[in-house]
Every structure is written in C-alpha cells, then in structure tokens.
C-alpha cells in the first residue's frame, strides 16, 4: 500500500467524519433553522465576507466582516451591499459555530423562499448522511444473520432461503420504490416517508449481502478450525459466533462501506422527483430538485452545492471502501 | 475395556455427478478396531484410504453411515442420534483431535490463548485468571513462549502452529486425541521434534492417540499397534515390532519395501470401481493374487494372537 493511497484515505476518512458531525450538530452549525423563512430576500447571493478596511489609501486587515443587503431590484432579484455599517463575524458565541449580530449571514445564499442555503445544507445532510447509515443497518443485520444461519445450518432450510433472496433480487428495486412512493398518501408525514423508504430498500437490500456471507460461510466451515471446535463441543452459537463471524467481519466492513452510497443516491433520486423527503422538509436529494433548471444554474450556481455534497459523500465512502479491501486483512493470506 | 472401540464401521460419500447417476465412495467400509488406555494405535495408509474420513468419523465430524463406536463402554453413535446430552458433552471433552493443516486449523481472528481456552470455556471453566494461568501453563507444555497468549496465529511457524493445535486438544484433559497427520506437513526435523513433544504428553498426562500417517517410519516410530488400511479397509494389524519384522498382507510388505520413498502413490476409490466390488480391494496391485480374490473380500482374520490379516493367503 502506498503511502500516498493512505493519505487520500485518511483525508477522505477526515471529511467524512466532518460531515457526519456537521449533520449530528446541525443546530451548533447552522446559523439560522431550516425552517425560517425571509420572503423579503428571495435567491439572495451568498454574502460576501470581507477581511480588509481601506482608509487615506491604506489596507487594514481587521477581523471578518459583513455588510447588510438591500435587495436593490425585485424583478431582476439584485442585491446591493449597505456599506455604511460594518457587522463583524463572531465564532462559537450565542451556541453557534457562527454568528452575526445584526445582519443576516447567508454564506450560500437564500432559496426563493429566503432561507438559509447552508442551514438547509447542514440539517438536509441529516436525511441524506443517515439514510446510508441505517439502511446498511438493517440490510446488514439481516444479510448476516440469515447468510451465516443458511450457509452453517444448510438443508430445507437453506434452500428457502435461497429461493427467496433470488425473488427480492429479482425485483426492480427502483420501480418498486417509485410505485411505492406514489402509493403513500400524501398527508403522511416526510419522516414517516423517509422510514419507509429506508425499510423497503433494507429488506430488498439484504438478499445479495445475504448470498455471499452464505457461501462465505459454506467455505469456513469445512476449515479444520470449526471442526476442532465442532470436537470440543462447542455449540451452533458458539461456533458461529465466534469461528464464522469474525472471519466475515472485514468483508462486512468493507462491503458496508461500499453500500451506503446505494442507499443515498437511492433517497436522492427519489427526492429530487418529489417522491421522498417532501418540503418544508429538506435533504440533499430534495433540494437538489431545486436546482433543475438551466436560469437558476446559470443565475445561482451555489446551489448545485447539495449535489456537490452528494458527490463528495459518495467519493469519500468509495475511496475509504477500496483503501480498507486492500488493507483490512494484511496477515491472514 | 479398551478406551474407544470401532465396530464395523462404514463411511459412504455420495456424490451428485451432473450427467453420471449418482456415485457412491466407501470411504471406510467395514472397519473394526480398538485403542487402549495410555496407548498409541498407528493407522497407516496410502492417501485416499479413507484414513481421515475414519478419524473423523471416530470423532462423529462425520456422521459414520453404518456401525458402532463404543467410547468408554458407551455407544456414543447412538447418544448423538438419541441426543443424550451427558453422553455427548462426556465425550466431547475426553475425546479430541489435531489435524494435518497447521494453517487451517487455527482461527486467525482469534488470539492463541483464546483458542487454547476456548475449549475450557465451552466445558464451563470460568474466570479470566484462572483460564490464563491454564492457557499458559498448556503453552509451556507444547514448549511455546509464554508471549504467544497474545499473538495471532499468523505469527507462527507450521510446526509452532502444530503445537498450538495440540494445546488446545489437550486444554480440557481429554484420553483419547486422533492425531490425523499432524507431522506430514513439517520439515524432517521439525516432524522429529514433533513427535518426541506427542510421545512426552502421553508420558506426562496419559492419553491414547490414534496417530494417522502415511509414513509407515512415522507411525512405527509412535505407535505400539499398527493397523494397515487400503481402500476403506484394515488390510493388516499387529504389534508395530512385528508389523516391521514379519509383515504378512502383500500391501504392508509394498509400504515397507517403498521406504524410503518420495513418489508416494496416491489410490483412488476408481481402482476399486473398476469391477472389484466384490472382490480383494488390493488385488488389481497384488502380485500374489489367486483367483479366489477376484470375487471374495477376505475378512481380517487373527492369525497369531495380536497379529490380524485380511488376505486369502493365510
Ligand atoms: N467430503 C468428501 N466427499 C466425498 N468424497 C470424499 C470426501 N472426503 C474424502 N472423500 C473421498 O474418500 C476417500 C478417502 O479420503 P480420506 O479419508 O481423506 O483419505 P486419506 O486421509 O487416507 O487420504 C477418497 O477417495 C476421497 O476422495
Ligand atoms: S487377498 Fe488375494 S489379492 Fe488380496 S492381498 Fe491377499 S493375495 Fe492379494
Ligand atoms: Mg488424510
């Protein structure tokens, strides 16, 4: 392994750590609610922070601070910066990572309901970063038990099984997904939306994981280890749990790592149709349905950000998942 | 009483050919034998004779397709079909194994001296300290450093490997260990040392081994009886003294006039397909055959006291 591949690991590794903590202290880290609006400051630029005051034609660098806006032009959406009073950035006061007393801090703007671009990063990142988690939670947890009970027990048993996940493989899991989304009815609530669409993607999430712990576990049987334990009398549990699973664990972890990025784009794109997490509620995937015209690409890029956040999760996941394939086991073969 | 008693026992593979019915192996196939208390029966044999499949099936790894094993004067074939639990966990601790792969017979997720406690833990010995002081004094016994409790066992050499299997065979104080090839895999002399450490542990604890090899030197340096097997079948047994000095079946004379010998034969349950089924397993390689051995299996007969043979010539 080189050293360099390590380095891109544990940078990727750092970011990743960084956005999930960014989710879990959503409100120390965003400025304002998602919620709240500003209708007065629709699509507002993002504001830009200044570091420098020019007086008798010298430059001061002073400590980081705002203007306030006027939206100068309503039709054109045009904003134009108050220069006559200067709002400087205070750090971690008021329980906030940030904060401005006095005038609104957008750093990426507001959305044509004016609010909060970034709050509304910080906390859709919420929806977006744990959706992955709790899916390969429950597909995992189920994949595991039902492989390695399948593959060690074996018999009527087994074959069942096996019948099944080639069924739940089978299905068109996005189709499935889009038909179900459509059937939920519209009064119920974006996180009663958001459980079901991580438990449906969960329980058809499971069979493939399932299938190769199975056959996983048919090879590790047959070692001697297990049949050592098998001649001291350990029993079924015991062997599994301390003979099988530990030797399935680093391609779990390994596997794990490379499924989250399934189940995020899975809540992205149904989202982004409107079928997901639906507004006043907010994810990657649904405000990145914001961002689907040419005009509001071209007139407010920043907010292609939730996309850019989609694509960094998903690099960072990919390159740690590669790194820990080829490192996860450095002794064993 | 003999510690473990073999009666007619027999152990068919079935395989599921794709295109062919279905093929029957007889692994072992009417084998009767038994070990004493405090003593070393060698089991020696070309590879494919079925020698693991017995030692395994003596050890109910496999389930024996016909016969009995008596343990101790119970019918441990019948306590695990009737799910006699004493019967079982009694046997489970006083009968154990070591096997031929120093690789695949250690967990490398697991630590040596929890492998070498494992089997204590499972037969109810509890206590972090007291399962250390055990792991550790077991170590010494094998003539591992004390260090190795905390190691993985990639760190270990084949034969250091070896001992750490034979550790854990020993941990919870078994009679009787099936030794299945445990030197074959080693270095010349690695295998001696080896085979002193076996011949020490039954001194010092008193257990009964049936060592398998098929390095009839091997064995007839461990062994006090020798039972000789070919195709699923005991071919020969006696003292090992008078196995070497006067062997009677013509395959025991085979194996030992091919001592030393690197070019092995390997038997294949083929041989015995090809229309032997009725008769002698050796006679499509025996020299000495009559015609009587075409059709007729002989049975291994008692020739001497202690001294067996199936063969129609005595
Ligand atoms: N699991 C199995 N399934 C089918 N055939 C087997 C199996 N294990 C062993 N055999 C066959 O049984 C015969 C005896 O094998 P084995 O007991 O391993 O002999 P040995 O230990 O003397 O080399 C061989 O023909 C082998 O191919
Ligand atoms: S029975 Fe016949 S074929 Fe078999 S070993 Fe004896 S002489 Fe040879
Ligand atoms: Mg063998």
Redesign the interface.
């Given at each position: 392994m080189k050293t360099s591949q390590k380095s891109i690991a544990i940078a990727a590794g750092t970011i990743l750590f960084l956005l999930y903590l960014s989710a879990i202290f959503a409100p120390w880290v965003a400025p304002y609610s998602y919620l709240s609006q500003n209708r007065g400051f629709p699509d507002e630029p993002p504001t830009s922070v200044h570091f420098t005051i020019h007086k008798n034609g010298t430059t001061e660098f002073v400590r980081p601070y705002i203007y306030n806006y006027v939206l100068s032009d309503i039709h054109s959406e045009t904003y134009r910066e108050l220069k006559d009073k200067r709002y400087p950035i205070e750090f971690l006061t008021h329980g906030k990572l940030f904060y401005v007393q006095g005038a609104p801090i957008h750093v990426l703007g507001t959305d044509a309901l004016g609010r909060d671009y970034f709050s509304r990063l910080v906390y859709g990142g919420r929806i977006s970063l744990f959706i992955g988690l709790i899916g390969v939670g429950i597909s995992f947890g189920i994949g595991i038990i039902v492989g390695t009970l399948s593959g060690y027990i074996g018999g009527i048993m087994d074959t069942a099984i096996m019948r099944l996940t080639e069924v739940i493989m089978s299905l068109p899991t996005f189709y499935l997904l889009l038909t179900l989304a459509v059937v939920i009815p519209a009064g119920v609530s974006s996180a009663t939306t958001f459980m079901l669409i991580i438990v449906i993607l969960s329980f058809i999430g499971w069979a493939g994981f399932a299938r190769v712990i199975r056959g996983m576990v048919l090879s590790l049987k047959e070692?001697?280890?297990v049949?050592?334990?098998?001649?001291?009398?350990?029993?079924t549990w015991?062997i599994i749990r301390?003979?099988l699973v530990?030797?399935l664990?680093s391609y779990t972890i390994v596997s794990i790592t490379l499924s989250i990025p399934g189940y995020i784009i899975s809540e992205s794109a149904l989202s982004m149709l409107g079928l997901g997490i639906r507004e006043p509620d907010v994810s990657w995937g649904n405000m990145l349905s914001e961002a689907t015209n040419v005009e509001a690409l071209t007139t407010r890029p920043w907010m292609l950000s939730s996309g850019i956040c989609i694509i960094v999760t998903i690099l960072c996941l990919n390159i740690i998942g590669d790194y820990l394939r080829a490192t996860i086991d450095p002794?064993?073969h | 009483m003999s510690l473990i008693r073999i009666q007619d026992l027999k152990v068919y593979y079935t395989g599921h050919g794709l295109f062919r019915k279905q093929s029957v192996t007889k692994a072992v196939d009417g084998v009767s034998l038994f070990v004493n208390d405090h003593e070393t029966l060698g089991l020696v044999g070309e590879s494919g004779s079925g020698k693991s499949t017995l030692g395994?099936a003596a050890?109910l790894?496999i389930k024996p397709t016909a016969g009995s094993i008596l343990f101790d004067g119970v019918d441990i074939v019948n306590a695990a079909v009737h799910k006699n639990r004493p019967a079982?966990?009694k046997f489970?601790?006083e009968?154990?194994?070591v096997?031929q792969?120093p690789y695949?017979?250690?967990?490398?997720?697991?630590k040596v001296g929890k492998?070498i406690a494992?089997?204590l833990r499972?037969?109810g010995v509890r206590g972090r300290k007291v399962l250390k002081e055990k792991a550790l004094r077991l170590l010494e016994l094998v003539g591992l450093p004390a260090s190795a409790y905390d190691t993985?066992p990639?760190?270990f050499s084949g034969g250091q490997r070896q001992r750490i299997?034979i550790a854990?065979?020993l941990s919870?104080g078994p009679r009787f260990i099936v030794a299945d090839e445990p030197v074959s895999s080693l270095d010349i002399s690695i295998q001696a040392q080896l085979l002193n450490l076996f011949k020490e542990i039954q001194e010092k604890e008193g257990v009964s081994y049936l060592f398998i090899s098929h390095d009839l030197r091997t064995v007839a340096f461990i062994a006090h009886r020798v039972a000789v097997m070919y195709l699923g079948r005991i071919m020969e047994l006696a003292q090992t003294k008078e196995l070497i000095t006067g062997p009677l079946h013509p395959y025991t004379k085979l194996l030992l006039s091919s001592i030393p010998s690197k070019d092995r034969r390997t038997t294949d349950q083929k041989e015995q397909a090809n229309g032997h089924e009725h008769g002698c397993v050796f006679y499509p390689r025996c020299g000495l055959a009559k015609d009587i051995c075409m059709d007729i299996s002989p049975d291994l007969k008692e020739v001497s006291p202690g001294h067996s043979v199936a063969c129609h010539l005595y």
């Open positions: 070692r001697d280890f049949n050592a334990s098998r001649a001291y009398g350990d029993s015991g301390k003979q530990p030797n664990l002794h064993i | 395994r050890l790894l079982m966990k489970r601790r009968a154990q194994i096997f792969d695949g017979s250690l967990n490398p997720r697991m492998i494992d089997p499972v037969h993985y990639y760190a299997s854990r065979a919870i």
